[in-house]
């Protein structure tokens, strides 16, 4: 539980500074954690991403003041980090649909972004099953791209990399090589800094000649935690993900280890299908 109170602390400090400076840096470092992996545990636990909501928060608190002082629009606007009266505008209206002159007049339009508060649900009867995996580095062979985490266009981009994969042929052909984890589909090479990622779609090395075009990577030693998904594809493996992140973490004494993540797919049936079975890999530590 200590680590849904870092993240309570970290939400606590950004309430307290919406009208000042707010470092994503600075705030991971109040929940214990990297840049990288705070935003991710964010995103997993809320749904949209840091920058966003503290964006939400400051338009919700800026158009609290805007209808209940007497404060002038553009001293609000550099109040709460926006640098002209045009920006703050823009941002006001994207929100609430109506612009801050209209909404000085009449309020009864105005969207509320409340504070986030976190609690973990104990649910007796959906068990969280997962076993720890001590697996030797192995090398894998596929396809990557380079993607960047912000704004969450890593989902969308690996989405279509799926996609056009399965079109293209490169999955079956992938699939026909594969060893006992099947295929997967791999975050590795986190760049903390630039909040970039490489995603591999792989498979074990099982060939001695890699094809032209392919890529040979290796996967370090390490222990993992393994998690079962069963459902249909592509909504079941985001509910193991979030659930991974806002129960099975806090709940325990492991941390991430900051290796490469997996998802494995060994199942022949077809992913559409309730029976389709998968699962995700995570390197942890205590």
């Not at 964010?42 to 909501?53: A, D, I």
């Not at 894998?140 to 960047?148: F, W």
């Amino acid at each position: 539980m200590e680590k849904l109170q870092r993240m309570i602390d970290s939400i606590d400090y950004i309430e307290s500074n919406l009208d000042g400076e707010l470092d994503i840096e600075e705030i991971a470092k109040i929940a214990f954690m990297s840049k990288f992996h705070f935003q991710r545990m964010f995103s997993m636990l809320t749904g949209y991403t840091v920058s966003e909501y503290i964006r939400n928060r400051r338009i919700t608190k800026a158009a609290q003041e805007l209808v209940n002082s007497n404060r002038k629009i553009i001293d609000i606007a550099l109040k709460y980090g926006y640098e002209s009266p045009e920006a703050f505008t823009k941002a006001f209206r994207n929100i609430h649909g109506v612009t801050p002159s209209t909404a000085k007049k009449n309020s009864h339009s105005l969207k509320a972004y409340p504070k986030l508060s976190f609690q973990i649900h104990i649910k007796g009867d959906v068990e969280m099953d997962y076993k720890i995996v001590e697996k030797e580095t192995f090398s894998v062979v596929g396809k990557s791209i380079r993607t960047t985490t912000v704004g969450g266009e890593n989902n969308r981009k690996i989405a279509s990399f799926w996609k056009e994969s399965n079109s293209n042929g490169f999955a079956e052909e992938l699939a026909k090589n594969c060893g006992s984890l099947g295929l997967l589909g791999i975050c590795m090479e986190f760049d903390q800094k630039l909040e970039k990622l490489t995603y591999l779609i792989a498979a074990e090395k099982n060939l001695e000649q890699v094809p032209d075009g392919w890529e040979e990577r290796e996967i370090p030693a390490a222990t993992w935690a393994v998690f079962p998904v069963r459902g249909a594809m592509p909504d079941a493996m985001p509910r193991i993900w979030q659930r991974i992140f806002s129960e099975w973490f806090p709940a325990t004494g492991y941390e991430h280890a900051g290796g490469p993540e997996m998802e494995v797919y060994l199942s022949d049936d077809d992913p559409t299908s309730e029976n389709y079975y998968s699962e995700i890999w995570i390197p942890i530590k205590k």
